[in-house]
């Protein structure tokens, strides 16, 4: 997409105003800590209740399917450390933390303190070339640009990007654990000591129970398929959201509200879909309004869709399955080299 059809920057700033007064008035804004308190309690019940099936069951191959609803629950307990990090669920800073670290760092092994600074970039640049870290994402190339870059077999694989993006994303739970235990090592994080100590327990059970319960080459299988499933799920949850959408240059000079609705897509759905992607499929009112709690989203989507159809702001919405063919035609046209720069 060029210059020319995003349109330039001009005075829309009280556009964005207009609708947040609309989104306000309406109530859309609003914590709603019965429907959190909700959802926490069935997660925890899931997973006390995988944990029982785990142990009474013991050393079988059948813990592969166990492995498997765990991985569902890691990334359901992933979907509500998201929503503490946009601050949804508290109204204060501490409390929503201390929700991200539990689930975060404690429950699924990821630093919560790392995610929620590059998910911030993100929300601040998104599809954004140089600034959202979500479209530099090695071994993968979002634009021409990327892709001419590669060399060797990073440029073989390029090519056949779109038919190994799954295939990839099954070692995505592994290079979140991996990314995460070098962000503590680091430093420059706001809870280091905590999230350190919460990394090394989340570990420590985790590895201590698989190897109790079960043998060797069982535990191995089992922790394969967990992290496999694990990444394949959560990848498969956020991948819809703006792959394939128009990418940002700095010379795109466009408001905010213009800059979230024309990069991020929607995926249509009833309640189940809500469930399974954690709310991410109302992706464009996510990304307008982040702090808005994940259950007022579906509330919310009525009123953006018709304002932006009154502005005349395009409101990219599609099936899950459509929104994944399109983000494969996506890195598709980018590996073969079927785009060229400015086509997005």
């Avoid at 809870?191 to 989340?202: D, K």
């Avoid at 869709?305 to 409101?315: E, L, V």
């Avoid at 599609?318 to 079927?338: I, K, P």
């Amino acid at each position: 997409m060029s210059n020319t059809d995003l349109g330039a920057r001009s005075d829309r700033g009280s556009e964005y105003a207009d609708l947040s007064r609309l989104v306000r008035g309406a109530g859309l804004l609003d914590r709603r800590p019965r429907y959190y308190a909700a959802r926490v309690t069935l997660v925890l019940v899931c997973l006390g209740a995988v944990g029982v099936i785990f142990v009474r069951l013991g050393p079988s191959w059948w813990q592969t399917a166990t492995a498997a609803a765990l991985a569902v629950l890691f990334a359901q307990l992933a979907f509500l450390g998201h929503d503490a990090g946009h601050r949804q669920i508290f109204r204060t800073r501490r409390a929503n933390d201390v929700v991200g670290l539990v689930c975060g760092n404690l429950l699924t092994g990821i630093s919560y303190g790392w995610w929620v600074d590059k998910h911030n970039r993100h929300h601040a640049h998104p599809n954004t070339e140089g600034r959202d870290p979500d479209i530099l994402v090695v071994p993968l190339s979002f634009t021409p640009a990327q892709a001419a870059t590669q060399r060797g077999l990073r440029a073989l694989f390029v090519r056949h990007q779109a038919a190994l993006f799954f295939p990839v994303l099954l070692v995505e739970g592994l290079h979140l654990h991996g990314a995460s235990v070098r962000a503590v090592v680091r430093g420059g994080l706001r809870h280091r000591a905590t999230e350190a100590g919460l990394l090394v327990l989340h570990l420590a059970g985790y590895l201590a129970a698989v190897f109790l319960v079960l043998s060797v080459p069982q535990a191995i299988v089992f922790i394969l398929v967990n992290q496999a499933v694990f990444g394949l799920y959560l990848g498969s949850s956020f991948a819809p959201n703006h792959k394939g959408m128009p990418i940002l240059t700095e010379a795109d000079d466009l408001d905010y509200l213009r800059r979230q609705v024309l990069t991020s897509r929607n995926v249509r759905g009833g309640r189940l879909v809500d469930a399974l992607l954690g709310g991410l499929n109302y992706q464009i009112e996510h990304h307008l309004f982040p702090s808005m709690p994940r259950p007022n989203l579906r509330d919310a989507q009525p009123l953006i869709r018709q304002f932006c159809a009154d502005h005349g702001i395009a409101y990219h919405e599609t099936t899950l399955t459509q929104s994944w063919a399109q983000g494969l035609a996506h890195l598709r046209a980018v590996g073969t080299g079927s785009t060229r720069p400015g086509d997005d």
